[in-house]
């Protein structure tokens, strides 16, 4: 007998040969008929009692054992192991809940260092970027920032895309105020356009010196500089509060994004537009575009999609066609 692998769908290997051998042999008088196959009698009696229990062997009219017919015993099996992992997903989704029960035993412990009540120092890069993506997860009405960095490249795009876009997919208010020499980097002004374009509110500000992050009214990171370590996670309700109002006030008083266009060179197309068609021509996966520009490879499959509108053209080889012809590349 050919065996037959039937994992994928919740059966083991005995169940898979004693579903298989009844199918060769129906009206078999249970299990004691089965023989012939390397599994113990006690385990057969188990193995038949859960088949049956599965719905995919049954007792016929003598009391015999029949398996019911190979396509519908998959598809209820299939269906069996679609709703286990379902639930699997569910249980693993509300998992994350557990994050803010280990936070606080983690404060707790902080407190009793001698650290303020509230406040819990992250003392390296992997555990601040956990905190953030954490914090990130948990955020669903506001996130204010103040960003003190001048240089950004693109693998601080790479880094920071994903979490702004899972927030403006959700729907919550993104607000970031952002110094004004961090604007002399195309990879800066990319990104931050692109911001924008997906509902983010953007604004910059001269001779900040402090990055701070605000989820909601429940957290604050706030460290000096560019915040590679050395943090301070704030979840006291009355800090909070004054450093909300302290980024309020930089966000009143700081300027709009320049409404430049940043456009090519008599082409109509902007700036992100002619990089992302000279990729188009260079790399041949999304992912490496994506990597290029900094972006996340939807943000990159977006551009793309906006450049065949702006070409009018139908696909990437016709794009890539008519750009040539009209000597933009």
Request: with cysteine; net charge negative; hydrophobic share 40%.
């Amino acid at each position: 007998m050919f065996k037959v692998d039937m994992s994928v769908l919740g059966l083991s290997q005995d169940e898979s040969d004693v579903y298989q051998y009844v199918l060769r042999h129906p009206g078999v008088a249970g299990a004691g008929d089965i023989i012939g196959l390397s599994v113990p009698r006690a385990r057969t009696e188990k193995t038949v009692a859960r088949l049956c229990a599965l719905g995919i062997l049954e007792e016929n009219q003598e009391g015999r054992l029949d398996a019911v017919d190979p396509e519908a015993a998959i598809d209820h099996l299939a269906e069996l192991r679609l709703r286990e992992l379902h639930q699997e997903f569910q249980d693993i989704t509300r998992s994350r809940r557990l994050v803010g029960v280990l936070r606080a035993d983690r404060r707790e412990r902080t407190d009793r260092t001698g650290e303020p009540r509230g406040v819990e120092r992250l003392r390296d890069a992997p555990e601040l970027r956990g905190r953030i993506d954490d914090l990130t997860f948990f955020c669903r009405r506001e996130f204010l920032s103040m960003e003190p960095r001048t240089v950004f490249t693109a693998e601080d795009a790479m880094v920071a895309a994903p979490l702004d876009e899972r927030l403006l997919r959700r729907g919550v208010r993104v607000r970031r105020v952002v110094r004004k020499e961090m604007l002399r980097h195309p990879q800066a002004r990319l990104y931050l356009r692109d911001l924008l374009r997906q509902g983010a509110e953007i604004r910059v500000a001269e001779g900040i010196e402090v990055r701070a992050l605000v989820y909601d009214d429940d957290a604050v990171l706030i460290a000096p500089g560019d915040m590679p370590s050395d943090a301070l996670a704030v979840r006291d309700g009355e800090l909070i509060a004054a450093f909300r109002s302290l980024l309020e006030s930089v966000w009143e008083a700081s300027d709009e994004l320049p409404a430049d266009d940043w456009s090519g060179a008599g082409d109509g197309l902007k700036e992100i537009e002619h990089r992302v068609l000279d990729l188009m021509c260079r790399v041949t996966k999304d992912e490496a575009g994506a990597r290029a520009l900094g972006v996340s490879v939807r943000t990159y499959r977006r551009h793309v999609a906006d450049l065949l509108t702006a070409l009018g053209a139908s696909n990437r080889v016709q794009a890539a066609l008519i750009a040539r012809e009209r000597g933009w590349i």
